[in-house]
């Protein structure tokens, strides 16, 4: 039987069996891996720490013919500030929704870890729903399914004015002779196009030189989630916006 390892996180844990945990770790040597832990959820398993969600470890893993298996789980980092505030937990698991959709089974994709390794040590020092925003960005981005907040997503040409019209199955901001009737739109306020260039171009480690008030926030995160959805194919259930934003709409 192969044996091999890994460096991940945890981006998806759930009961299987009668004692085990179904895994998804996400790796930086092989991307997205799926492996049970055989008696994880046992009160003194030594692999119980290490399969928690957004755990981070060294991961030894016997590939099996169906279901690879952990053998080992060295944790390094459980990122307890992630579920001392709700905030922050809810925008982590947005974080690993989004990258589990977004990504498939053995195609490695190390800036993504990362980007994702990062995101997880800032949550603790910056907004967690303006960090979850940069971070949905820049993961599109380096997918190759970046949205056209400069040009027209249609013909190309310049956009201007104070507000845009977000056209999602277009994949970005489209100027009044591109757009169409039909659903999948969002209205921004310019001011909301600008933050999106700077979350997606600017250093996620410096957010906290910007200044970022609700409604835009909450335009971004929309716009944002359904641009997510329509690419990726599939609903982003974690992304609720009154759980992001402290219990405000």
Known sequence: MAVYQVDALVIRSREFGEADRLTTLFSRELGKIEAVAKGARKPKSRQR??????????YLIYRGRNLDTINQAGAKESFPHLWADLEQTMAASGMTELLE???LVGQPHEELFTLTLTCFYLLKHFPPPLLLAGY????TAVLGFTPSLEQCAGCGGQVSGERYLFDVEAGGIVCPACQTGRAGRVVLKAGS????????????????????????LLEILETVRLFCENQFGRPLKSWKMRSLLGGEE
Request: aromatic share 8%.
């Open 193 to 216: 196009v600008a933050m999106m260039r700077q979350l997606l171009k600017g250093d996620l480690r410096k957010l906290d030189r910007l200044r970022c008030p609700g409604w835009m």
């Open 49 to 58: 720490a290490g399969v928690q969600l957004f755990t981070y470890a060294d």
């Open 136 to 139: 949905a960005l820049r993961l």
């Open 101 to 103: 959709h977004a990504t």
